[in-house]
């Protein structure tokens, strides 16, 4: 093992703890911590603003945003999602008694491809749930014309996806909703939390009802909600955060750029295309390993821990590998082997903010020491 210091896939943006105090000392005055207090309701409307959405609840975490916005829209039945993914993605279908369908990825995108959804349509599909993998917008048109085709909703897990624009506008639009995940390996994180982003206050007004345990006011419930509130301390957090966010952007801007650069001309070392510099969030930046290469994916990886750099395979193993999920028909290989060969190539090298690019460097020649050294793992 090496005695550098370690390198991780990623590191929370941090604000100065000063900058933090006053904040805090607001709350400590006031003593509301949630239930939508003052911080609470100006993170919504800061994020409205920078992202260029008309409504958007927060929450405590993504993963409750998923379970909820699936509840808002009274889905049942089937959706149809993708296996590549982190599991939250599904598990938010099972927590809602809905049977997940997958279907296989564009071998380029690594988005859901849409040309498999029509075949998985059945009498019992009610909705679609996509994931922009990587911040990488899905083919949303498609999409869109495949659900209004046969009346179904869509959903899209936003979770890597902030900040990112398609064709001029918010992706965050698409769709009947999209969930965000604040979490601390996020682009913007509110220490943890989440959102959804609705197209209407009518919808705004539901999900904000079932967040809160269905209440209206203290003596009325209209609906079986649970407790998914941002508490006041992320919502602060966030403010603060967004203050640096595009500052982040750009240092990641310039580490995506950098590796492309030393990366390029490496047999079997294959980036994801580049995203649209004005709309592209950089969140991740993961690279396929493949055979020409001459080292395995899982030698590189344990190369890059053995000098104590932490890439990561995500997506490594797909969702539809775990026990709740195998046995299920559309988990069949044979059915998804676009997503089968990316998860046994990928691998997502550090970027964040506070990564110069000497480390940057440092592990691209790592990369480039192993090609075609035709090392087993």
């Excluded at 750029?257 to 510099?277: F, N, S, W």
Aim: aromatic fraction near 8%; charged fraction near 20%.
């Amino acid at each position: 093992m090496s005695d550098k210091k370690p390198i991780y896939v990623t590191q929370p943006l941090m604000p100065d703890l000063q900058d933090f105090l006053p904040y805090l000392e607001e709350i400590w005055e006031n003593k509301i911590l949630t239930n939508g207090g003052p911080f609470h309701q100006q993170l919504e409307q800061a994020l409205c603003d920078y992202l260029g959405v008309k409504h958007i609840c927060l929450f405590t975490n993504g993963t409750l945003a998923l379970i909820t916005a699936l509840q808002a829209l009274r889905i049942t039945g089937e959706v149809i999602t993708t296996p590549y993914s982190f599991v939250a993605t599904a598990h938010s279908l099972l927590w809602n008694g809905i049977k997940p369908i997958f279907v296989d990825i564009d071998p380029l995108s690594l988005n859901m491809d849409p040309a498999r959804i029509e075949a998985a349509i059945t009498p019992h599909t009610t909705a679609i749930m996509p994931v922009h993998c990587y911040g990488r917008p899905c083919d949303v048109e498609r999409i869109e014309k495949i659900a209004d085709n046969y009346g179904l909703k869509v959903i899209y897990d936003a979770a890597h996806a902030f900040g990112v624009r398609h064709k001029g506008s918010s992706v965050l639009n698409c769709g009947d909703l999209s969930v965000l995940s604040f979490h601390a390996t996020k682009i913007f994180n509110t220490f943890e939390g989440g959102a959804i982003v609705c197209p209407d206050a009518k919808t705004k007004q539901r999900i904000d009802h079932l967040k809160n345990f269905g209440f209206v006011d203290e003596v009325t419930v209209v609906a079986p909600g649970i407790n998914g509130k941002m508490s006041e301390i992320n919502a602060a957090f966030g403010l603060l955060q967004l203050k640096g966010i595009d500052a982040a952007r750009l240092q990641r801007r310039a580490i995506d750029g950098r590796y492309r650069e030393r990366l390029a001309a490496i047999a079997g070392i294959d980036c994801l295309p580049a995203g649209e510099e004005e709309s592209a969030n950089h969140s991740y930046f993961p690279i396929l390993v493949k055979e020409a290469y001459g080292t395995s994916r899982d030698a590189l990886f344990q190369l890059l821990r053995d000098e104590n750099i932490y890439a990561r395979r995500y997506f490594y193993p797909l969702i539809s590998d775990f026990p709740m999920y195998r046995s299920m028909p559309t988990a069949a290989h044979s059915n998804l082997p676009n997503a089968l060969q990316a998860s046994r190539q990928i691998i997502c090298l550090p970027i964040y903010p506070g990564l110069d690019l000497d480390q940057v460097d440092a592990i691209c020649a790592i990369v480039e020491r192993h090609a075609q050294a035709g090392l087993t793992p």
